[in-house]
């Protein structure tokens, strides 16, 4: 299947005109909308007639790569943000923002509103400092449900852009869920979002439930966000075991990064210490396996689970002779970390991805 006029135009415009520090200007060419007809005249992308239909294709993750081809536009940098992709003069992706010099970025970029598909509760209040605006839509791994379509939608819809989606990395969840609003409110074809999704934001195929949702699913017209109740919540109330999974990936995370410099804590993060990351996911560990529902969940996941928990638990312990110096525990930890890394992966492969 070849790609669309339309889709033809708007990769390569977006490619030529890509500028974070200024609103690209598109040349019309050859039957292109025109810059009147694709925006509502105050930099929001106009609304279009209708959705555009669902594609004719069995595996979407698979196809992603061979409906459209785009020109390259790799993630950019920034401070405080990483994985930075503009997809649309409305719409823009990247990673969880990190400080007041992220915030001072994306003001830079002219962002006024971000989503977060996280599950980690935003700092809505730091954001509101620089002027912007939180609004906080969790999503799995697996898909996107109804309610969370029908939630991005409105808020790409209704609240000021430029909106800055992210997730943790800004590769699966936040381009998923940008994804929609490239469909639903950019009026961009589905198999050019699909396309931004692998090509230019780099999400996994594994993911197969993100990809079916923007290339399969229904996405929502404009009747049905504007009759939706919702008030852009900066902190979606979530607990259990997403949230537990929340504290585990930021432990995780913690424990690579100082495991690439002795264990020793960065000067630039001293709140960031290994013994402490490594307490932090074994109660998390312990604290799943207290939850009610805990004992009827898979054998594989439990063993997983209990393992992990030992895991960190010797990282503790080990992670204390290294702060003793002791020869030899450096190579320990890691080869803890290393271990305890894999078991969440085995996981994840299973009951995530």
């Known amino acids: 299947m070849k790609a669309s006029t339309t889709a033809r135009w708007f990769a390569l415009s977006v490619f030529a005109g890509f500028s974070f520090l200024g609103t690209a200007a ?7 909308p025109s810059e009147a007809e694709r925006t509502n005249g105050n930099g929001n992308a106009a609304e279009p007639k209708l959705v555009p239909a669902p594609l004719k294709v069995e595996k979407p993750a698979e196809a992603a790569d061979t409906l459209v081809k785009l020109p390259a536009n790799p993630p950019q940098e920034m401070p405080g943000l990483h994985n930075v992709v503009k997809l649309s003069d409305r719409i823009i992706i990247g990673a969880e923002p990190e400080g007041r010099e992220a915030f001072a970025s994306l003001v830079k970029m002219g962002v006024k509103t ?87 934001c780099g999400t996994g195929k594994a993911y197969t439930g993100l990809y079916e949702v923007i290339a399969l699913g229904d996405l929502p017209e404009a009747s049905a966000t504007k009759q939706l109740d919702y008030n852009f919540a900066p902190a979606a ?96 930890a890691l080869r803890l970390y290393q271990r305890l890394k894999a078991d969440c992966n085995a996981c994840h492969k299973s009951y995530r991805d």
């Open 237 to 332: 109330a979530i607990g259990g075991l997403q949230s537990a999974m929340v504290v585990v990936a930021r432990a995780e995370e913690g424990l690579k990064a100082l495991s690439k410099q002795g264990w020793k804590a960065d000067a630039h993060h001293p709140d960031l210490v290994a013994i402490e990351e490594a307490k932090r996911a074994a109660d998390t560990f312990t604290s799943i396996m207290q939850q009610a529902d805990y004992a009827g969940r898979p054998a594989d996941y439990k063993q997983w689970m209990e393992r992990s928990e030992e895991t960190s638990k010797e990282l503790v312990l080990v992670l204390e002779t290294v702060e003793r110096g002791e020869p030899e525990a450096s190579d320990q």
């Open 26 to 32: 598109c040349s019309n060419t050859g039957g292109s």
């Open 114 to 200: 971000i989503i977060s598909v996280d599950g980690k509760t935003p700092d809505a209040e730091a954001a509101a400092k620089h002027g912007l605006r939180y609004v906080h839509i969790p999503i799995g791994y697996d898909g996107i449900t109804e309610e969370e379509r029908l939630k991005l939608a409105k808020t790409y819809r209704e609240l000021p852009g430029p909106v800055y989606t992210h997730c943790f990395h800004g590769k699966h969840r936040g381009p998923a869920a940008a994804a929609v609003g490239r469909v639903a409110v950019d009026g961009a074809p589905r198999d050019q979002a699909i396309a931004e999704m692998s090509q230019w």
